[in-house]
């Protein structure tokens, strides 16, 4: 073979071979800026979380409608996904059950954006110290990386939250007294005119602590279940996939356990307007005294099931 044959073959082994950023010189340069590297870790977790928020979004809005049923009643009909699914069937038609979903995309695009991209920049951070001293990252500094995370981006996606509640709590009301929110801009914009701005961060602090304790559970019991599979002997030859498969099951089933009570306590506080309509919960711990009182401990837990469904795939 001629030597300008070998050098075409060789070009063309180095191209199809070798990563975009290594054959594209401004793409390289581009992705290896600091401020690509800044952003790369917001965009990316922003991206995956809006994603999985179209595909999951009917199984939120049923697990609101349960957690909003027989307010402040102890006895009566338990409602179960299925009923819940059928009632918002009947009352229009299949679309409904997506109702929402902008503001849970703009949440998605805020808070988990928000979440790993802080976790990322904390991580950044504790692994430079680490080298510096010669050590590794331990559990209790990637379990406060991850909690001051989640509450930083709990805090910051709280409106986005909160309009989610409103529009999908809506069809409860009467026909009457329905807001009928277009979008999630035009939920913002109303319940910021009517109500205050300051009624955007309405249950902030049940946000918070159900952010935190999620990412607790997914943090500390993924770690453990994965460890604790490889090491017995009736798991430890798994595959990887199928280890970290029924981790994330174990992880999802705690994170859902410690975090679904705040996020029920969450739901009632933002599904309340400050008006004569108002429930009237004054606070997180307000809102907890009444609700065992009233409807009883297990009522924190109700919708479980479909709460461990949408939680269970991010742990």
Known sequence: MSKPIDSATSTTKTVLTQPA?????????????????????????????MTATTVIQPIDMIKVRLQ????????????TPLSITREIIAQGKIGDLYTGLSAGLLRQAVYTTARLGFFDTFMTGLKARAETKGTDIGFAERATAGLTAGGLAAMIGNPADLALIRMQSDGLKPAAQRSHYTSVINALRRIATNEGISALWAGATPTVVRAMALNFGQLAFFSEA?????????????????????ASGVAGFFASFFSLPFDFVKTRLQKQGRGKDAKGYKSMADCFRRVAKEEGLL???????TYYVRIAPHA
Do not use: C, D, M
């Not at 054959?23 to 991206?47: C, D, E, K, V, Y």
């Open 299 to 305: 009522r924190f837990y109700r919708g479980f099931g």
């Open 21 to 49: 950023s290594e054959t594209s010189p401004t793409a390289s340069r581009l992705l290896h800026t600091p401020t690509a590297r800044t952003l790369l870790p917001f965009i990316n977790g922003g991206l995956a979380g």
């Open 68 to 79: 909003l049923a027989g307010e402040g009643v102890k006895t009566g009909p338990k409602p």
């Open 226 to 246: 994965k460890n604790q599979l490889k090491s017995r002997e009736a798991t430890k030859a798994w595959s990887a996939q199928g280890q970290t498969l029924a």
